[in-house]
């Protein structure tokens, strides 16, 4: 301790003396002003622009996706690896920087970013945001919402994009994700699915037990099955957001004749249970869908809370799982 | 002869105490298949009970048969196994170490298991079952072996349990650094943590089941030489009995079964210490209890009652689909506190306050060297923790800040981290101020909010309010904080109250009621935000991320009136700390003096959480180094205690943000990294 006392000093003093000078100049005068936007995010809360934002952050991998679809390439995204492993449905074009973790975010690396957008969703902690906003413009969507899974998903898409300045790519992604699911509707119409009753789950395993997450009609992919003319199977109600609930391998026996469908992970070797630790489980296997071989495992990357990129590669796996 | 004692009472005679424990032991057995009976009924799946008997006389369709068969039967068997494994390694342990509350939770067992699996699952390699066991029961009978070595076998019963809570602590600190560090590869792992005895098919019963049973028949091997011990090492040598190897071996079979317990169902908390408490009343009824060999089967029992009843209760009281989510072992834990809590108190305080620090008097040199050396520390760390972070920054842009004309950037920087630094510099003040208040005044060297619970409580307090109203401010969290501590601290000081607030029961209330509140906490999460594990870890680990300004100056204003209190009123801290009767003999109103203090300590603790969540060991840690620094006395101490804890938690803010940036941890971990080490230093340094 004492010796810990007597180096302290000196060390301070170094520091002290290393750490003068600075690491960007002092600021001079504000850059004059183009097009301003203003818009007023999920929270209610003002949003103004100088112009459209090029150099944006991105802190939930929803709305990096949306971004990347936009034609934004986002300048700093959470968890880039988990992105680049989950949603290779819409890659990202460049080389972001790594802001942390998506629940909490480093914010020393979003300002040294400079961003002139902040993106995030209600998921961040309202302190953070409120220390974001300190940082630069930031817009916060609604994460999910399990009364109207697409119509928010839309909606969030459209606010990036006016304040990104890509309403018309807005647009056509709009369009392309509706003509998606009209053409996959026919699809399955056509192979004789209307209606067809459909469960999609994620699962994982952790030592011996089974966790399942099932999609209720309030969770996207279930609004998207909705629309593709499927009908939910899940009974239970799921949380207010992203309309998940939990349920263990038994509680599958309710579901009766279904189409059960999931995503899993290569990279992850505990989210594929229904392929791998379930096959000798008797509950599992006298399931009269997995008895009828009616189990899909949709392609891997297809971020199951994404945008529009997402969805409709989910669509196009599914017709083509179902139809096969 | 007429002068000799009287004539022994009567002892019931063998053959009815025999007959009395056979009909006990088959009132248990009953009891359990009851409850594994009623467990069977119960679950996700639309098979109640005639569909249930149906299935056992095998006249139930195919897929009714098949969840009674793989789903709901495993269950059972693993709640059965799992309980009963706990009973018994918990009877070994109490018989060994003897000492009342050993148990794999105090032993840090669990958490060490819970360590290695973490370890294993960063790793990314998918295990088969029986070798994650294997290095489960490597990671518990590590811990195991360091708190015992520690302790010291049979001495003290408050020196076992906190040295074992306090690894336990600094372990799941690192495995909880881990969950945060690499979510994807851990998923999954922080529901484990809370136990839960849903199975796959029968096939981890089956394979743990010969683990067990090796544990089992080691015990009752060496059940007669266990019970030498209970006489003492030296007339246990005298029978000719190896004491070493007889308690080395029983720890390593406890391990073994409690390794299978966790392998098979994650760490299903306080059965383990529960069960054998619930024994021992039998054991003194009916003698045969009395003896390992049938204390540990019956306790056994006793476990695997425990466990399927709390899985029958959670069950039978929340909708099938959420009883999933809930873990049993938030159950067990929560019963498991409040059975630590009734315990610790009603236990005879028969071990020794650890001896106060040696009287040292110091020069006054020596102080003043101190606070200089402190106060330059403080200046040169508050510096480096406001340049240093993800974009490191120079003096001359904080000098830009200050006067306001610095650029975008800097400014961006400075305003974010300023604040966090301000809470860690406050909270780590306001702790070891509040553990210094704490120690005088129950004048119990172990005492500081986490521990005491205090913390805990007001984490509690806070999550309540964060969670039923989003947008709360910084003041009404700090209020909610307050009353979460206000009620522990009351319910913790209540119960310890019996007999003075020296007693070590003190501190074992406080373990009892901490472990409760962590539990709540993981409850309360589960079920109103069961995807966001992050903000649970959050608030129990303390963390200064995205602090403002604002959520900052409740603290302060709680620690300029703390300080100046304090400052106002050190003799009377001197006094208090002294002993029970020279206050007295010199006039001072103890009772009331003592309420004032503790009332500041738990607003400096309600603040400090609710500015920067749970942030165990500075409250324990600077008063200490003070007191070991510059003496005894406050007016001394104070000061000291006051910069040390400010440099503490700015360290470890500093190293969490900054270490594996742009990823961070909480200060708690990093303090709990720190701080358990010391813990175990100074539990080791009051055992001479």
Same mark, same amino acid.
Do not use: C, H, I
């Given at each position: 301790m004492r010796r810990l006392l007597l180096t302290a000093p000196l060390a301070a003093a170094a520091l002290l003396l290393t750490a003068c000078g600075t690491t960007e100049p002092a600021a001079d005068d504000a850059k004059a002003s183009t097009e301003a936007i203003t818009l007023t995010d999920a929270t209610g809360a003002k949003v103004e622009l100088?112009?459209?934002?090029?150099k944006v952050v991105g802190t939930e991998w929803n709305v990096v996706e949306s971004l990347v679809s936009l034609g934004v390439d986002p300048v700093g995204v959470a968890d880039v690896k988990g992105y680049k492993t989950w949603d290779t449905?819409?890659?990202?074009?460049n080389d972001p920087k790594d802001i942390g973790t998506r629940g909490e975010p480093s914010m020393d690396t979003i300002a040294s970013l400079k961003p002139d957008l902040i993106v995030t969703t209600s998921d961040l902690q309202p302190g953070a945001v409120k220390q974001l906003r300190e940082v630069a413009p930031v817009l916060q969507v609604?994460?999910?919402?399990?009364?109207?899974p697409i119509g928010r998903m839309l909606e969030n898409v459209d606010l990036i994009a006016r304040a990104t300045g890509t309403t018309e790519r807005a647009a056509t992604l709009k369009k392309d994700f509706e003509a998606k699911l009209a053409e996959g509707r026919k699809a399955l119409a056509d192979a004789g699915l209307d209606g067809a009753e459909i469960a999609f789950a994620d699962g994982y395993v952790t030592s011996n037990q089974v966790s399942v997450r099932p999609y209720t009609a309030g969770s996207l992919i279930g609004a998207v099955n909705e629309r593709l003319g499927l009908k939910n199977a899940w009974k239970m109600k799921g949380d207010e957001a992203y309309g998940l609930a939990s349920t263990d391998?038994?509680?599958?026996?309710?579901?009766?004749k279904v189409h059960f469908v999931y995503i899993g992970n290569?990279?992850?070797?505990?989210?594929d249970p229904f392929g791998k630790?379930?096959?000798?489980?008797s509950v599992w296997t006298s399931l009269p869908f997995v008895k009828s071989g009616d189990v899909h495992r949709l392609s891997d990357?297809?971020?199951?809370?994404?945008g529009t990129g997402s969805m409709e590669a989910y669509a196009d796996s599914l017709v083509a799982a179902l139809t096969k | 002869m007429a002068v000799t004692a009287p004539t022994t009472p009567a002892r019931p005679a063998t053959v009815t105490s025999r007959a009395g424990a056979a009909a006990v032991t088959t009132a248990l057995v009953l009891l359990v298949a009851a409850l594994a009976v009623v467990d069977i009924t119960?679950?996700?799946?639309?098979?109640?009970p005639a569909e249930v008997l149906k299935a056992l006389t095998g006249r139930a369709d195919p897929a009714d048969a098949s969840v009674v068969i793989a789903s709901r039967l495993p269950r059972a068997a693993a709640g059965l196994l799992v309980g009963a494994a706990l009973g018994m390694a918990g009877v070994a342990l109490q018989a060994v170490s003897r000492?009342?509350?050993?148990?794999p939770d105090t032993l840090a067992v669990n958490a060490g298991s819970y360590l290695a699996l973490g370890l294993a699952a960063v790793t990314g390699v998918s295990l088969p079952l029986l070798a994650s066991s294997g290095i489960a029961f490597a990671g518990g009978l590590a811990a195991a072996a360091v708190v015992l070595g520690l302790s010291g076998?049979?001495?003290g019963t408050v020196r076992l349990v906190l040295a074992g809570t306090a690894l336990a602590l600094g372990l799941t600190a690192v495995t909880e650094g881990l969950l945060l560090l690499f979510p994807e590869q851990t998923e999954g792992l922080y529901q484990w943590n809370q136990g839960s005895i849903g199975q796959n098919g029968f096939e981890g019963v089956v394979q743990m089941l010969p683990v067990a049973v090796l544990g089992l028949v080691g015990l009752l091997l060496i059940a007669r030489r266990v019970d030498a011990l209970a006489l003492g090492d030296d007339a246990a040598r005298g029978l000719g009995v190896p004491v070493r190897a007889t308690r080395i071996t029983a720890v390593v079979l406890a391990t073994l079964l409690s390794a299978a317990a966790v392998t098979l169902a994650g760490p299903i908390g306080f059965v383990g210490l529960c069960a054998p408490a619930l024994v021992r009343p039998l054991a003194r009824r009916f003698?045969?209890?009395?003896?390992v060999r049938t204390a540990v089967p019956a306790a056994g029992l006793v476990g695997a009652g425990l466990v399927l009843g709390a899985d029958v209760l959670l069950r039978a009281c929340v909708d099938p689909d959420t009883a999933v989510a809930v873990p049993t072992g938030v159950v067990t834990s929560l019963v498991g506190a409040v059975f630590l809590v009734v315990m610790a108190a009603r236990l005879?305080?028969?071990?020794?306050?650890?001896?106060?620090?040696?009287?040292r008097i110091r020069s006054r040199a020596v102080f003043l060297t101190t606070l200089a050396v402190l106060a330059v520390a403080l200046v040169a760390l508050t510096v480096a923790a406001v340049l240093l972070g993800d974009s490191k920054l120079l003096l001359g842009d904080v000098a830009h800040w200050v006067q306001g004309r610095a650029g975008q950037t800097v400014s961006f920087v400075l305003d974010t981290r300023t604040p966090r630094v301000f809470a860690a510099l406050l909270a780590g003040a306001a702790l070891a101020l509040a553990g210094t208040l704490v120690q005088a005044v129950t004048?119990? %060297? /172990? @005492?500081?909010p986490a521990v005491l619970g205090v913390s805990g409580g007001g984490a509690l307090g806070a999550v309540i309010l964060v969670t039923t109203? %989003? /947008? @709360?401010?910084a003041w009404s969290v700090a209020g909610a904080a307050f009353a979460g501590s206000a009620l522990t601290a009351v319910v913790v000081f209540g119960l310890a109250a019996r007999g003075g607030f020296q007693q070590n029961r003190l501190v074992l209330v406080g373990v009892g009621v901490a472990s409760g509140t962590t539990a709540l906490i993981s409850l309360l999460i589960v079920l109103t935000?069961?995807?966001?594990a992050t903000k649970a870890l959050t608030w129990l680990s303390g963390s200064t991320y995205g602090r403002t300004l604002p959520d900052v100056l409740p603290l302060a204003g709680v620690l300029a009136v703390a300080v100046a209190v304090a400052a106002v009123r050190h003799r009377e801290l001197d006094l208090v700390s002294l002993d029970e009767d020279t206050p007295r003999l010199l006039g001072l109103d103890l009772p009331r003096g003592r309420l004032g203090f503790l009332v500041l300590s738990v607003l400096l603790s309600a603040t400090a959480v609710a500015a920067a969540g749970t942030i165990g060991f500075v409250g324990l840690v600077a008063p200490h180094a003070a007191r070991a620094l510059v003496g005894r006395r406050h007016a001394r101490v104070l000061p000291v205690a006051l910069l040390l804890g400010a440099v503490l938690v700015c360290t470890a803010d500093l190293l969490g943000r900054t270490v594996i940036s742009p990823a961070q941890l909480g200060a708690g971990l990093m303090t709990a990294v720190i701080g358990t080490p010391y813990f175990l230093y100074v539990l080791m340094r009051g055992r001479r």
């Open positions: 100088d112009g459209p934002a090029t449905a819409v890659p990202l074009k609604t994460s999910a919402d399990a009364a109207d391998v038994e509680g599958l026996t309710g579901l009766g290569d990279d992850d070797p505990s989210s630790e379930l096959a000798k489980n990357g297809v971020w199951m809370f994404g | 119960q679950g996700t799946a639309a098979v109640g000492n009342v509350l050993a148990s076998l049979g001495a003698r045969g209890f009395a003896r005879r305080d028969t071990a020794q306050a650890a001896a106060p620090d040696r009287l004048r119990n %060297p /172990l @005492a500081e109203v %989003p /947008l @709360a401010g935000d069961p995807f966001n």
